[in-house]
């Protein structure tokens, strides 16, 4: 037997914590970043608060969920980042389920969250794609030997007013990619992803719509594309876009 054959039962129980619809809708479901009650993610995940209480223990158990008590109420929220990505990276590699009939309202959330959201903590959707595409092409940021951030990107993170010192410090890799669920393409993910999100939050550049969904505000378009070298049109979401939001 192959030595490393030896995780591959650990490997296995792993994968089945995933390996169901249900606590697959609630890891989903905590992609949002926030805390959640347990009856929040029975609701989300369509069953009973019995059957949910055992895939969460399940979740917990296994690594995937952290939680705390407040009085009489249990909050779960995703571990950590590394597991947000997890989630979202096999989202990604999974092919599109066919889009069901759906009265307006919904489709105009769904195509305001495909548009912008946070994954986690880190911008998504089209418009994180958007931004991590500009990165590379002004070449802030530079994959020749794997994603690192070049002078020219430590620059101009100095100049939008994101300080690098205590992100590099944090345990956090500085720079990932993360495989966009909707686009199937990267997005900027990592401390400097997550720093980068919470920056354009607090400038008012963007700001939060229902559930994960975000949005540029008017300022924040013209603004987001002059410092990546764009056009506004670049950012312009769809038509359908403008005024949804939603939850994945």
């Known amino acids: 037997m192959h030595p490393t054959t030896a995780w591959a039962p650990g490997l296995a129980r792993f994968a089945a914590l995933l390996a169901d619809t249900t606590r697959a809708r609630i890891c989903l479901a905590l992609l949002d970043g926030r805390a959640w009650t347990a009856g929040e993610l029975a609701r989300a995940a369509g069953v009973a608060p019995s059957t949910a209480s055992d895939h969460l223990s399940r979740l917990v158990e296994g ?7 407040q009085g009489r109420h249990r909050y779960l929220r995703l ?6 990505q997890l989630v979202e ?6 092919t599109a389920p066919p889009v069901p009939d759906r009265s307006l309202r919904a489709a105009r959330a769904g195509a305001a969250l495909a548009y912008a959201r946070t994954c986690y903590d880190h911008l998504a959707g089209r418009l994180g794609v958007v931004v991590h595409d500009a990165l590379l ?3 802030l940021l530079d994959r020749s030997a794997g994603l690192t951030l070049t002078t020219a ?5 100095a100049e939008l007013g994101l300080p690098l010192a205590p992100l590099r410090a944090a345990r956090r890799p500085l720079l990932r990619d ?9 997005h900027l993910s990592g401390a400097l992803g997550a720093a980068l999100c919470a920056h354009l939050l607090d400038l008012g550049w963007l700001t939060r719509g229902a559930g994960r969904a975000v949005r540029l505000t008017p300022s924040g378009g013209p603004a987001l594309a002059a410092v990546l070298g764009l056009d506004a049109a670049d950012l312009t979401p769809p038509v359908e876009a403008v005024t949804g939001g939603g939850r994945a």
Do not use: K, M, Y
């Open 63 to 69: 690594g995937l969920l952290a939680q705390e008590r």
């Open 79 to 84: 571990a950590d980042a590394s597991v947000a």
């Open 89 to 94: 990276d096999l989202a990604g590699r999974v």
């Open 137 to 139: 092409h002004r070449g």
């Open 153 to 157: 990107g430590e620059r101009w993170c």
């Open 178 to 186: 993360c495989l966009d669920w909707t686009e199937r393409r990267p």
